[in-house]
């Protein structure tokens, strides 16, 4: 019996052989197939010569099972069945079509026609060993045109330059992004002296910022600093650090030049605090001629005679014509036309020129705290009071008193010559004088009075 296929005699012989058919396989108490027996199966799906392995029917691949191919040729890659029939041809193009992966493409192969051969300037190839270490390394010499640079970048040729854009263009310019790292912390464009141990006068490295050459020219260059972007960043800050050697050096240092127009007139050194970019509101000036402006909504110079005076932490200061508050005065101090209010004094005052004091009108209580020279009409019956006196100072003021009419009386605290208080007339001006050097526990007054009223 045939078991993996089947081979029709040719001639007579073929008709000798008998097929059952039918939609189901043969079954039943009294149909049991033999190993090697043939059915043909005529159902949708099924259809086709199948053979009994002595368990299960096996399809022995009839013709009328096999997919169409459209086109006949040659295929260099095919599909075959458990039965080794052709169901699928392709003709691949590539390795990968062809699932070879221990081959070179053909794009590896150089322009001169090396598998292996090194690029040149005019054609395309591999990169050398030699070329490799100068891209590790960049020397000047060979220019990076685009790109990214992760490690480090050393340029150690005798007059060391990196050129950023093209500088015979208008429309092409160059710059340096120092990016933030991983962290949220700004990156670092660090300019250093000529050699690791800075001696003598040896100068640092220069960042020099100059004008266009272009249809723009005439546009100074600028740094800009930008606050970072993470939610506990500081703002960034342009940082000057001293020499850092065994011997002392210089601090570092803004320099403002000159300007190049034909005035001469150098720029001046402005800060500006606020929105974002150039149009910040200005806080701060120093002009080419020394002149300080300072405002907090905008630049304001002062007047003539005006101080630059603190208004306490968290304010800005302000143009103050006078002192205001306590102020603290050392050494030989000249002071011309100034007025001072409150305060102490410690030490020798030699004054050149005359103390005047403000005069102060009143009905009947004194304000120490106004001055020394008070003025009062007394028209009536009055009892003068005093308030305000110093503590733990000697004070003493002077009360000029034009007398209508009314009698006068005055704090208990006051102590007259002999204990008796002076006689007044009406009609007349008196001079009182009163002096303390306990707070005003005891006033000790002196009077000069009845002088005629003018």
Not at 8 to 19: F, I, P, R
Not at 214 to 241: E, F, W, Y
Not at 315 to 329: C, E, F, I, K, N
Request: aromatic share 6%.
């Amino acid at each position: 019996m045939l078991y993996d296929g089947i081979k029709l005699a040719e001639g007579s012989d073929a008709k000798n052989l008998v097929v059952e058919t039918g939609t189901s396989f043969p079954s039943g108490p009294n149909r049991t197939p033999d190993a090697g027996e043939l059915f043909y199966r005529t159902d949708a799906g099924n259809v086709g010569l199948w053979a009994f392995d002595g368990s299960v029917w096996q399809r022995l691949g009839a013709g009328s099972t096999l997919p169409d191919i459209t086109t006949a040729g040659t295929y260099r890659s095919v599909t075959i069945d458990t039965k080794g029939l052709v169901t699928a041809g392709t003709n691949p193009t590539t390795l990968a079509g062809f699932g070879i992966t221990d081959a070179a493409p053909l794009g590896h192969v150089g322009a001169a026609g090396g598998a292996h051969s090194a690029a040149t300037t005019t054609v395309a190839g591999f990169m050398s060993a030699a070329d490799k270490t100068k891209l590790d390394g960049l020397v000047p010499s060979t220019p990076f045109n685009g790109g990214t640079i992760s490690n480090a970048l050393t340029i150690t040729s005798v007059a060391p330059q990196l050129t950023l854009g093209n500088p015979s263009s208008t429309s092409v310019t160059g710059r340096i992004n120092v990016a933030a790292g991983s962290t949220g912390a700004g990156g670092n464009l660090q300019i250093h002296a000529g050699s690791a141990t800075i001696t003598g006068n040896q100068p640092g490295g220069d960042l020099t910022l100059t004008s266009g050459s272009g249809a723009g020219a005439g546009v100074n260059g600028q740094i800009v600093i930008k606050p970072g972007n993470s939610a506990g960043s500081t703002s960034s800050r342009l940082h000057l650090i001293g020499a850092i050697n065994t011997a002392a050096g210089p601090g570092g240092s803004i320099e403002i030049d000159t300007g190049s127009s034909a005035s001469g007139v150098g720029g001046p050194l402005i800060i500006r605090i606020g929105a974002a970019g150039i149009f910040a509101v200005e806080r701060f000036r120093i002009l080419a001629n020394g002149a300080w402006s300072v405002g907090t909504s905008g630049t304001a110079t002062g007047t003539t005679g005006q101080v630059l005076t603190s208004a306490g932490s968290g304010a800005p200061p302000t143009w103050q014509t006078s002192l205001t508050g306590d102020v603290t005065l050392t050494g030989t101090q000249t002071l011309t036309n100034k007025t001072i209010s409150g305060g102490n004094h410690a030490g020798i005052v030699d004054i050149s020129g005359s103390v005047r004091s403000a005069l102060n009108t009143v009905t009947t209580n004194i304000d120490c705290s106004l001055g020394n020279y008070f003025r009062a009409t007394v028209n009536g019956n009055v009892a003068f009071t005093f308030a305000n006196t110093p503590a733990s100072r000697a004070y003493s003021f002077v009360l000029e008193v034009t007398h209508t009419t009314g009698i006068i009386t005055w704090p208990a605290s006051v102590r007259w010559p002999e204990q008796t208080p002076p006689s007044v007339s009406t009609g007349r001006t008196h001079i009182f004088t009163f002096t303390t050097s306990n707070g005003g526990a005891i006033w000790r007054g002196v009077a000069d009075i009845n002088y005629q009223t003018l």
